[in-house]
């Protein structure tokens, strides 16, 4: 997906119920891994991140889980408000940060 | 806190116009980065400085100048602009390498070649 464009993957997810963004990422030796959040409009904000030395971190509301056998990384937003509807994006680094194009979350009501 | 600001937020250019885009932050931060962002692509690294009086190359440079005459300034400058040049541009800081703490964005700047 994309974050500005026309042809972003979506999700919709319904008000109080949790959300869950995938992200694959390309290589292996990738260390550090960041999700951002980008509403209309707005830059990129800075959500969760996580080393390659966990598999799992929390903040408030979120969770990021990195499953490296797999290449994946996943974002879960706990009971979804309507403030949570936006473009989501992962980061991964090795030699250089790569952005992925992201997912547009939706909230029904 | 103002944190990362950019001017200005929309620019509609002719091609062959030159212009300059302005980021400023005041969080003390010493690395900032100029990215474009267009659709089907994520954010693509332009140039960016890892301190006052420093800039370097991202990824895609060409046609694009930088300058750092300032910490908490980072100029973005269009010498010639092109219709491909069309695109979002956000302005990131961050106080260590990217490669150590996620960035702080602006609001970003839409600009338009015709």
């Known amino acids: 997906g994309e974050s500005v464009g026309l042809h972003l993957p979506t999700l919709s997810v319904q008000e109080g119920d949790n959300s869950i963004i995938n992200c694959a990422y390309s290589?292996?030796?990738?260390?550090?891994f960041i999700w951002y959040k980008q509403e209309s409009g707005k830059g990129p904000q800075f959500i969760i991140d996580i080393r390659s030395n966990m598999d799992k971190r929390q903040g408030q509301r979120v969770t990021v889980l990195l499953n490296k056998t797999v290449k994946h990384l996943s974002l879960q937003i706990a009971a979804t408000q309507p403030g949570d509807s936006a473009v989501y994006f992962c980061?991964?680094?090795?030699?250089?940060?790569?952005f992925g194009t992201g997912t547009r979350l939706t909230i029904i009501p | 806190n103002a944190g990362v600001t950019q001017t200005p937020k929309f620019r509609v250019l002719k091609t062959g116009q030159s212009m300059t885009l302005l980021c400023a932050q005041d969080m003390n931060h010493e690395y900032m980065y100029w990215y474009r962002q267009d659709p089907g692509m994520g954010l693509r690294l332009i140039h960016y400085?890892?301190?006052?009086?420093?800039?370097a190359k991202g990824e895609v440079p060409d046609g694009y100048n930088v300058s750092r005459l300032k910490k908490q300034n980072f100029l973005l400058g269009l010498e010639s602009a092109a219709p491909s040049q069309t695109s979002v541009y956000f302005c990131a800081s961050s106080y260590l390498s990217y490669s150590n703490q996620p960035q702080h964005f602006g609001d970003g700047t839409r600009l338009s070649i015709l």
């Open positions: 980061a991964e680094r090795n030699e250089k940060l790569t």
């Open positions: 290589n292996s030796a990738s260390d550090y």
């Open positions: 400085s890892v301190g006052e009086g420093t800039t």
